[in-house]
């Protein structure tokens, strides 16, 4: 191979563990403090095309998909726009309108899915402006847009996507950035957010220094046949995500679900043997998370919390991993990496080959 893992018992586990450089990567040079905004220059947007935009579209397969979703939350933060992330397999799909002042945004590591390449040629095809958030330079996705940021991730070779998936959130950071700032986002909250995703490497160091504690916490998870993951708002993509990449390489059930709607299907499934892994960052929403919960621990459900130190579960029965705290549009990427964590050493306990997943490839490029 031209890249090998070297002491690394797995690409997927290199690759992990690369996070703290590719993030820095993907920052690199785009951060400019004085402004509290970012310089992407590769998006040939200026700031009157900027101010027309009226709303954005997001597109992606799979995991980029789940990342595109944690971007459009982002963007409507920061930049107050009206956006979405939908499955670039079922948009080109349902004839979708096309609208002049709409920004599209492509989102792959590797460029080459072709279901993602298609959506983005229909796009152009009705005249609409798609930018891409692409890892592989030069690839079919990069070339077919009208600009878009390079992810700087490094080549990545296992099938279930870590690095790339970081720098893509870190991506839609500096993009709702940048549109925030030549709309309605003060200078202040500009640099607040510079600052934050300064410190996010560290933070990322942090996270994987707690590797043992992950594994200990996933054999125990690897046991069951089924498990949930249940986030809200800006959790319910980072519970998306882990289900995901648990799924992918341990072949277990797991199944995202949003925590407030729990009530209305899946509590009927909640026994002993089908644990939950919950997203509860500390935000407005943590003491609703917490009495849901509660729900699923009354049922005698086992509990995984991913959560921030100064969120209180009281006397709730659970394992709690605890995340630095960033800025909290922030949070989603630093709740995501024990999840990357948790499946791999699932994966591991299991004896499954961690980097080549049965029935999958790396990336899709037949329909
Ligand atoms: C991620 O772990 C998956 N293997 C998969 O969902 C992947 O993210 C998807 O196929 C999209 O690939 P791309 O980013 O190369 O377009």
Redesign the pocket.
């Known amino acids: 191979a031209a890249f090998d893992a070297g002491e690394h018992a797995s690409y997927m586990l290199k690759e992990i563990l690369e996070q703290p450089d590719s993030a820095e990567r993907v920052l690199r040079g785009r951060l400019v403090e004085r402004f509290g905004t970012a310089h992407l220059g590769g998006l040939n947007l200026d700031a009157r095309e900027t101010r027309a935009i009226s709303r954005v579209k997001i597109l992606?397969?799979?995991?980029?998909?789940?990342v595109g979703q944690m971007g459009a939350s982002l963007i409507e933060e920061l930049a107050r726009i009206p956006a979405d992330a939908e499955a670039a397999s079922e948009f080109r799909y349902r004839n979708p309108i096309i609208e002049p002042d709409t920004l599209y945004v492509a989102?792959?590591?590797?460029?080459?899915?072709v279901d993602?390449l298609l959506a983005v040629q229909e796009i152009r095809r009705k005249g609409g402006r798609v930018i891409g958030l692409v890892?592989?330079v030069g690839s079919a996705?990069a070339r077919e847009c009208d600009g878009g940021i390079y992810l700087h991730a490094g080549p990545e070779v296992a099938?279930?996507?870590?690095k790339?998936?970081t720098t893509?959130f870190l991506g839609f950071s500096l993009l709702a950035l940048q549109l925030g700032r030549v709309r309605d986002l003060s200078i202040a909250d500009g640099r607040r957010l510079i600052e934050g995703l300064q410190r996010i490497p560290d933070h990322i160091r942090q996270i994987l220094g707690h590797d043992d504690e992950y594994a200990t916490i996933a054999k125990q998870l690897a046991e069951a046949e089924s498990l949930f993951f249940v986030g809200r708002v800006r959790g319910y993509p980072v519970a998306r995500e882990g289900a995901?990449?648990f799924k992918?390489i341990s072949y277990r059930h797991a199944e995202a679900y949003q925590t407030s709607e729990l009530k209305h299907g899946p509590l009927a499934l909640i026994e002993a043997s089908v644990p939950t892994v919950a997203i509860v960052p500390d935000d407005e929403l943590a003491d609703r998370n917490v009495a849901a919960l509660h729900e699923i621990a009354a049922r005698g459900g086992p509990l995984v919390v991913v959560t921030h130190a100064t969120v209180d579960l009281g006397d709730l029965t659970a394992t709690r991993i605890d995340v630095p705290a960033c800025e909290r549009e922030l949070d989603p990427i630093l709740l995501t990496l024990p999840l990357q964590l948790l499946a791999y050493h699932a994966a591991l306990h299991l004896g499954h080959d961690i980097d080549k997943p049965r029935n999958?490839a790396?990336?899709?490029t037949v329909e």
Not at 107 to 113: D, H, L, R
């Open positions: 992606g397969c799979g995991s980029a998909y789940y989102v792959s590591q590797s460029g080459e899915t993602t890892n592989v996705i099938v279930a996507s870590t790339a998936l893509m995901q990449k992918e999958l790396k990336s899709v």
